[in-house]
């Protein structure tokens, strides 16, 4: 499987004020894994930067004067993509942004979404962190992957981290053999093949710190609510001790 980690960089939030793309980063995975593929283009974007826009990518007007415009990469940054399944952290932003300048060369070249498929990691993380903040910092912190090298935005770091986070976010799936799916054709049942798991996996004690800070929540709760939902799993007696 060929998945393409995608990130933009634009002149501001709103594609529809008239801001444009300034920079293309993408990160080549193959079956899950860095291939060590890129793609990485500035882009002079003939209109000016929001301010806060040029406060978080550092990049100027000057820097980009002598980049080339999208419509002189477009075939090679479609030819990149194409067929690949985009990994992106709030994908419509940054589809947004690109059928717009897609649109501004004419119909032939359609739209993102006529060439690939596309995962949002944006809403994985809200699936899996509901209520949580999930931007791209958060989930770092999160998930342990490092990002102390991200001063400023630019579309080719911010892929690399994504990249990063994606494989950390969606960790533990190549257990199920979805891979191994064969289709022996129309009219026959699909088989799917459940890999078998040898790693060890670690079994982590609560420490008595941590019961007793356990114990201590549900005595607070039986005092406020009556009881502890907890209690169906687990005896109120064992709390009595630190109730008083």
């Known amino acids: 499987m060929r998945q393409i980690v995608l990130d933009t960089e634009t ?9 444009r793309v300034v920079e293309i980063g993408c990160v080549e995975l193959l079956e899950r894994r ?7 283009r500035y882009l002079k974007p003939d209109c000016a930067f929001e301010a806060r826009a040029q406060e978080v990518t550092g990049l100027t007007l000057e820097f980009l004067a002598d980049k080339p415009r ?12 194409d067929g690949a399944e985009l990994i992106i952290h709030n994908a419509a932003f940054d589809l947004g942004f690109l059928d717009n300048e897609l649109s501004r060369l004419g119909e032939r070249f359609g739209r993102i979404l006529d060439r690939v498929t596309v995962v949002d990691t944006l809403q994985l993380a809200r699936e899996r962190f509901p209520g949580q903040r999930n931007s791209l910092d958060a989930l ?15 579309a080719l770091l911010d892929a690399e981290i994504l990249a990063d986070v994606y494989i950390a976010l969606t960790s533990g799936q190549e257990e199920i053999g979805f891979g191994g799916i064969e289709d022996a054709g129309a009219g026959t049942a699909t088989v799917v093949s459940f890999a078998p798991v040898t790693a060890q996996r670690p079994r982590i004690a609560a420490a008595q710190a941590e019961q007793e800070a356990h114990l201590r929540r549900l005595a607070h709760l039986r005092r406020k609510a009556g009881r502890a939902l907890w209690d169906v799993l687990e005896p109120a007696a064992e709390s009595e001790a630190l109730e008083a």
């Open 11 to 19: 002149t501001g939030l709103e594609w529809k004020q008239g801001n």
């Open 34 to 40: 860095r291939s060590g593929g890129k793609f990485h």
């Open 70 to 81: 999208f419509d002189e990469v477009v075939e090679e940054f479609l030819a990149y993509i």
């Open 140 to 154: 770092c912190k999160r998930l342990g992957v490092d990002n102390a090298h991200r001063q400023l935005h630019g």
